[in-house]
């Protein structure tokens, strides 16, 4: 292995919420477990009602050429005022309830592919791989083809994965390996446990994502994580949902509750060791999660091509009052910063 230095020029702006997906790969899932994969379509369905996974289907068609092409994604970002992304698997692709001999493949093949898809702009794209979250066992190996095998920066992970929650002591070897390899982990939720009690006007994004967010932030802080591998660059997308907002609960349990003490400090102290993209939608939200996470803490995110990403993401930044070294940092020193040193097969 071998640190090498990549971060990017002096004001290069870097979008680090980017998909790709990868309609051959989950063909060839179904084509494997055609009843799994009916299985987790139906679990969609009653998790996000009819009516928006209709709409969803219609704007993933008018999206498609920007979700699988590098050279719609390259135009794309071109019109946006953006010089790099970090591009990570559509999270359709977690397959959190494949079994060991399928998820082995499916995160191995999803690896490759995003290998490949960034492999045609160099300069300007950046992947992140996945890994098998539901197989604990798994995914230190996963990580490793991801970023010694691929020379991927990172993986992206679900909020959850079948009975596996972030504060799971079996996920205790990959957090350690994450932290060594000094690979970015991009917490990005796929559905939400509530299930049915969001299945109406897109419940299930608006806020079942910051909720699912929130949560697993809170499993890593209070389990003590953070604390056990205070060198792990977790990224949190969606501006870590609603706990950045409502850290001082968080606050308030650590100090009077016994259960709640399993982390060293404070909750709200381990905001200023996560990474939060700016995907937050509002003005004086992202002011805020500057001021409590730092300045330094905070990236710029689009949640491209998605709907409910943000279509000008540069301008977003540039329009939210912050001063303007603040600004500098989340356009892009932040994420150069963050892959500055990390290391190479």
Known sequence: MSLTSDGAANGEITDVHAHLLMPGLHAEVERRVPDEVQAAADLERR??????????????????????????????????GVDRQWVSPSPNHFYPWA???????????????????????????????????????????????????????????????GDVELSDPRLEPFWARAAELRAVVFLHPFGCSLDERLDRFYLSNAVGQPTENAVALSHLIFAGVLDRH???????AHGGGYLPTAIGRSDRAWR???????????????LSRIWFDTVVHDERALRWLVEVAGADRVLLGSDFPFDMGLDEPVAFVRGAGLPDEAVRAVLGENAADLLRTRVHA
């Open 230 to 236: 205070p060198g792990l660059r977790l990224v949190a």
């Open 47 to 80: 998790r996000n009602g009819v009516e928006s996974l209709q709409a969803s289907g219609r704007m993933i068609g008018e999206r498609f050429p920007r979700l699988t092409d590098v050279g719609a994604r390259l135009a794309a970002m071109d019109a946006q």
């Open 256 to 270: 009077v509750r016994p259960e709640a003490h399993g982390c060293a400090h404070a909750p709200s102290t381990y």
């Open 99 to 161: 079994n060991e001999g399928l998820a082995t493949w499916a995160s191995g093949e999803a690896n490759r592919l995003i290998a490949e898809h960034v492999a045609a702009a160099p300069d300007r794209l950046v992947g992140l791989g996945v890994v098998p979250l539901q197989h604990p066992h798994l995914v230190v190996d996963a990580l490793d083809d991801a970023v010694l095998g691929r020379g991927l920066a990172g993986v992206e992970i679900s909020s959850f994965a």
